[in-house]
């Protein structure tokens, strides 16, 4: 069975730091794409980051970019989210998402993605 399992999120003042864990088991998800989407309360879900499978090649919201970095770790099938410089509006749910393409259309698309973890609260405090 596959499971995406986010751990990590919580409260934090703006401007302080928190990093995301995304575990991943079931599948050989190593060659894949992976990435972090968020939702905010009466929001639709966004795009955040993304990773590929190798991790030579990374995207970023514009809203998020220098202050987010997304990395993996294919020998523990891990993917990580570094957010920096939080700001309230970063307050949101966080998905971690696996793609079963080796190459989506557009990595930007959640429905590029097949897995989905249930999600972790950011909660950034003004």
């Known amino acids: 069975q596959v499971q995406l399992v986010e751990s990590g999120g919580g409260l934090v003042q703006a401007g302080g730091s928190l990093r995301l864990s995304c575990a991943a088991s079931?599948?050989?998800?190593?060659?894949?794409?992976m990435g972090w989407f968020r939702q905010a309360p009466g929001k639709e879900r966004e795009f955040v980051a993304a990773?590929?499978?190798?991790?030579?090649?990374?995207y970023y919201a514009d809203s998020v970019k220098g202050r987010f970095t997304i990395s993996r770790d294919n020998a523990k099938i891990m993917v990580y989210l570094q957010m920096n410089s939080l700001k309230p509006e970063d307050t949101a749910v966080y998905y971690c998402?696996?793609?079963?393409?080796?190459?989506?259309?557009?990595?930007?698309?959640?429905?590029?993605?097949?897995?989905w973890g249930q999600g972790t609260q950011v909660t950034v405090s003004s």
């Open positions: 998402t696996a793609s079963t393409s080796y190459y989506p259309g557009n990595y930007r698309r959640a429905t590029e993605y097949a897995y």
């Open positions: 079931g599948r050989t998800f190593s060659r894949y794409p």
């Open positions: 990773i590929t499978g190798s991790g030579a090649t990374l």
